[in-house]
Structures are given as structure tokens and as C-alpha cells.
């Protein structure tokens, strides 16, 4: 296994306005690795990095072993980038716009477009302009697939596209990675991360503050902890070594728990109790962790 | 290639209908107009004359050399070469703007294809648009010329005198270029083409009431002048260099700003 995408100490400044502070990443070869963040943390910075749209202040950048910025035509050829926001040449049909593409590539992408399209189901012969959103995403899809590429870059990739596409196209990635295609998925939502990533990187203002396999992260400690009382009977002060976020509406009382069990029990068996639910804390909900610090 | 391919094909019907309009303005211009003109001499000097002076001049109207062909043409050209100025600005900012209008900058520039090939293909399709343009200028005139009986040995001076717009139109591209890089938003190529054509004419008619050599050096629609090549055999040096230079710099700068820039996200 080799690493297809590797920063070091990457750093791009907008002037003197932050984009991203020494991220380091290091993604392996056939893995779909995910990449979250909310608005502004600096995902798409870091992907406009690696694909040269911008250039980097200081760091290193290689994908496929290559330097990002010199050797940026190299790379490319065997990139796929899916761009967050789809816009596409005025006056353009969706077949026009994949010829365009595949004639940047040096081989047949005719099939792999006819074999999306029909999978996707766009109409070819519409006009990109007059499409939905949601089309128009398909075509950046299929525009950013056709070529068959070793690394596909997916920059929030399912807005605009309803639950169904959204299963076909995550389907469409994971046949696209079984294929032995790298895949760096972006994302603010993290469900959509969590069933088809295997290691992900969460950034914050900039930079990379935690990178996890999914399975580990959801394996931490920490456990969600929900109960309802009779009413009544609503606690007013609740302590519990190792709650966190105490949230009491109702006759229910939510927090996350990371602690001595035994003590947490015996502190809820106090209350005359109608229900208990003690979880695996959800994704959303350690991403919320990792931002509350 | 694919990308000069694809911009040529894409700016085939503008051209052609801005092409058709100029030369069939120029062609009707001189057989409507031209005949008419030579016999009627002395009703359109004294007609003239009774105008004001600057009024005549904003108007190229040069009483001692209007009534050559020369002359006509010269007059005819200050039309023209408006529309040539305007025509390949359009050209310019519609090819270099074109990502940038329809927000598909992140589409051509993560393709396998480095930025400089971009800008080289995308000014060769220009190139060749203006090109072809003036190769059919030039027909037009010669046809002008001996349709309307002048002497044929002459034709090389016409010629010479025809490349004007060529010239002309290759400053107006480098200028576009520079303008639709640099620009940040270009709504409309065609709007701000005719902005730029304008604001050549507004210099060019400073220059023609004022008269002061060093004005001339920032009115682009002056450097080349058939009047020129028809009174001397050639043009003038020193705004040769000058139109030289600007294409140069704009050219250059452009180049590498088109390299160098930081793509904006959407």
C-alpha cells in the first residue's frame, strides 16, 4: 500500500486570510477516505490545493508520488474531480459537454458515458443550463467518472441529489473503489461518510484535528445516555461523574457519558424510570464533541 | 487542439455574423458612397467647409486628401476600424472570459492540460478569427479599388494600407485578453467590448482636436493609419513600436496571470 494523496505541513494563506495551517494527510491507496468539516474549515481549500486550481503558501502537496503543482498535468489524467457546485458551459448539451471532457483524455470514454448515463439516467441531449440541480450534479458525476480514474475527488457531491440517486451514486463509488479506484469524499454530513468511508479526517478552522478510522471512532467511550421518568418526578438537578451536555426536556433527560457504568446506573435508578436507552453515540454526535472543545 | 477546436466552434457564428456585417458595411459604404463623392466635389467641399473645423475633424474629414481613394478610404476606415476594435475585443473576452462567465473555471482547469497550453490554443483561435477576418478585408478592398477604375500598380499600397485593421484588430485582441483575465466578473463580452471600442473612438477624437503628438501614443486606433501608407508608402515607426509594445506587455502579463492566479471558488 502506498499513499496516493500525501500533504506535509500544507499551508494556504488567501492573503492573510486563513485557509489551511500545516495539514497533514495521508491517504492510501484503494481506500475511501472521507474528509469533514463544516462551511469554511477548509475542506475545498485543501482539494483546490492538490488539483492546483490554487496555489499553495507553503508545504508539501503530492498525489501518485508527484508534486501537485509541477507535475499537475501528469496527475490529472488519472483524477476525477466533482466539483461542489456544478456549472457548466452556456448553451452546451450534456453529450457535448462529456465529449469535451473524454477529448482530454487519452483513451475511449464513449461506453463508460453511454453505461453512466443510462445508470444515472440523464438525458444527453438536454441542455445543462435548462436542467435541475440535481441533473446537473448527475452530469458533473459522469463528467468527473467518464475517464475511469484512479483517484476520484468528491467535493460534497450528494446535495441536490434525492435519497435514491443518493444510494445509486454511493453504490456507483463503491464499485468505482472495488474497481481499485482511490476516493477522497468531502462532506459536512456525516452520516453519509460514515457508510462508506473507512478512515476519515475531521478539520476545524483549518486545520486537521483528528484522523480516525470510522470503526474507532464510533468505539470510544463515550455512550449516549437517554431516560424518561414518570411525571412528576422531573429531575431538576442531575450529576453524574462524566456527563456531558445534560439536556433535560420533559420528563426526559439526555447526556454524553464517559465513566464508571456501575456509577452512572446506580445514579439513574434513583428516579422511577419508564425507559433507558444507553447507544453508541452517533457520528453527529462526536463530530459535535470534537467541535465543543 | 481539442481546446482550439472547441473555442473555434464555439465562437463560429459570432464571428462570422460580425465578420458579414463589416465587410458588407464597407463594401456598400464604397459603392454607395464613393462615386457619388468623386462627381460631386465641389458641392461636398463647399458643403464642408461651411461646417465647423471641429467638427470636421472629430469626423476624420481631411479636405486636401478626401478626394483621392485614398482619401475615402482613410475617412471610411475611422468606421471601420471602430468596428474592427470592437470586433476583436468581443473575440478576446469571449474566449478568455468563457470559463470565467460560466463559472466552469474548476472544469477546464482540472482537466490533463496545463494553463499556459490553455491560454496559447485559446489565443490561436483568436489569432486565426482575425486572420481570416482581414484576409477577407483585404479582398474586399482590392475589390473596391478596381471596381471603382483605380490604378492597379497601386494595389500593393492598398494592401499595405488594408493591414490597418489587422494590426488594429491584434492590439484590440491583446487588450481584450488583458481585460477579460483581469477583470473579475465579465457579464457581457459584448458590453464590455464596446466599452473598449468607445473608449478607443473618445481617445482618437481627443487626439484628432487637440492635436498634441504625445496623445497620440495613448489613442490605439491611431497607430496605424492608412492615411499613412498613402501619403508616405508606409507607417509611421514609432507607433509601430508602440502597438508592438503594448501587445507585448498586455500579452505577457496576461500569460502569466492566467498561470499564476488563484481560481476563485464559486
Given amino acids: ?293 | 487542439m481539442n481546446i482550439f477546436a472547441f473555442e473555434t466552434k464555439t465562437q463560429m457564428k459570432s464571428f462570422l455574423i460580425w465578420a458579414a456585417s463589416l465587410l458588407a458595411l464597407f463594401l456598400i459604404f464604397v459603392s454607395a458612397f464613393y462615386g457619388p463623392f468623386m462627381t460631386s466635389k465641389d458641392a461636398v467641399q463647399s458643403a464642408l467647409s461651411s461646417l465647423p473645423p471641429a467638427f470636421s475633424a472629430i469626423f476624420g474629414v481631411s479636405m486636401d486628401s478626401l478626394f483621392s481613394y485614398g482619401g475615402f478610404f482613410s475617412f471610411l476606415y475611422t468606421y471601420v476600424s471602430l468596428a474592427g476594435a470592437i470586433m476583436a475585443s468581443f473575440i478576446a473576452l469571449s474566449a478568455f472570459s468563457r470559463e470565467k462567465r460560466s463559472k466552469c473555471v474548476d472544469f477546464l482547469f482540472t482537466k490533463p492540460v496545463g494553463r499556459g497550453r490553455i491560454f496559447i490554443l485559446k489565443f490561436l483561435s483568436c489569432l486565426t478569427f482575425i486572420f481570416i477576418m482581414n484576409v477577407l478585408f483585404i479582398l474586399s478592398s482590392i475589390l473596391s479599388y478596381t471596381g471603382n477604375d483605380q490604378d492597379p500598380s497601386e494595389i500593393g499600397t492598398l494592401v499595405l494600407a488594408s493591414l490597418s485593421l489587422f494590426f488594429l484588430q491584434v492590439l484590440f485582441l491583446a487588450i481584450g485578453i488583458l481585460y477579460a483575465v483581469f477583470a473579475k466578473k465579465v457579464r457581457s463580452p459584448s458590453g464590455a467590448a464596446t466599452a473598449l471600442g468607445f473608449a478607443g473612438f473618445i481617445l482618437m477624437a481627443i487626439h484628432s482636436l487637440i492635436h498634441e503628438d504625445f496623445l497620440r501614443y495613448i489613442s490605439p486606433l491611431n497607430y496605424f493609419s492608412p492615411n499613412s501608407v498613402f501619403s508616405t508608402g508606409g507607417y509611421e515607426l514609432e507607433y509601430a513600436v508602440t502597438a508592438a509594445a503594448v501587445v507585448t506587455v498586455c500579452i505577457a502579463v496576461s500569460f502569466i496571470k492566467y498561470c499564476k492566479n488563484d481560481t476563485q471558488a464559486i
Fill in chain 1, 1 to 293: 500500500m502506498s499513499a496516493v494523496i500525501e500533504t506535509k505541513n500544507l499551508t494556504k494563506y488567501y492573503g492573510k486570510c486563513r485557509g489551511i495551517i500545516d495539514v497533514n494527510l495521508s491517504v492510501e491507496e484503494g481506500e475511501i477516505f472521507g474528509f469533514i468539516g463544516p462551511n469554511g474549515a477548509g475542506k475545498s481549500t485543501t482539494i483546490r490545493t492538490l488539483l492546483s486550481l490554487i496555489y499553495k503558501t507553503s508545504g508539501e502537496a503530492r498525489i501518485f508520488g508527484l508534486d501537485c503543482e509541477a507535475d499537475k498535468v501528469k496527475i490529472l489524467e488519472e483524477v476525477g474531480y466533482l466539483p461542489s457546485e456544478v456549472f457548466y458551459y452556456d448553451n452546451m448539451r450534456a453529450i457535448d459537454l462529456f465529449k469535451y471532457s473524454a477529448s482530454f483524455y487519452k483513451k475511449d470514454c464513449s461506453k463508460r458515458i453511454a453505461e453512466l448515463a443510462e445508470l444515472l439516467q440523464v438525458d444527453l441531449h438536454k441542455k445543462i443550463e435548462d436542467m435541475s440541480l440535481g441533473n446537473k450534479k448527475k452530469v458533473g458525476i459522469i463528467q468527473g467518472l467518464l475517464h475511469s480514474p484512479r483517484l476520484i475527488i468528491l467535493d460534497e457531491p450528494t446535495s441536490g441529489l434525492d435519497p435514491l440517486m443518493q444510494k445509486t451514486f454511493f453504490d456507483l463509488i463503491k464499485e468505482e473503489n472495488k474497481r481499485g479506484a482511490t476516493v477522497l469524499f468531502s462532506s459536512h454530513i456525516l452520516s453519509e461518510i460514515q457508510h462508506i468511508c473507512d478512515r476519515v479526517a475531521i478539520i476545524k478552522e483549518g486545520q486537521i484535528v483528528a484522523v480516525q478510522k470510522i470503526s474507532e471512532l464510533q468505539q470510544s467511550a463515550y455512550k449516549n445516555v437517554s431516560f424518561t421518568v414518570k411525571s412528576g418526578a422531573v429531575p431538576t438537578d442531575i450529576a453524574v461523574d462524566g456527563a456531558q451536555n445534560i439536556e433535560v426536556s420533559g420528563a426526559s433527560v439526555s447526556f454524553i457519558f464517559k465513566g464508571d457504568i456501575n456509577r452512572l446506573l446506580s445514579e439513574i435508578t434513583k428516579y422511577p424510570l419508564l425507559n433507558v436507552d444507553i447507544t453508541e453515540p452517533s457520528l453527529e454526535d462526536i463530530f459535535l464533541h470534537y467541535y465543543a472543545e
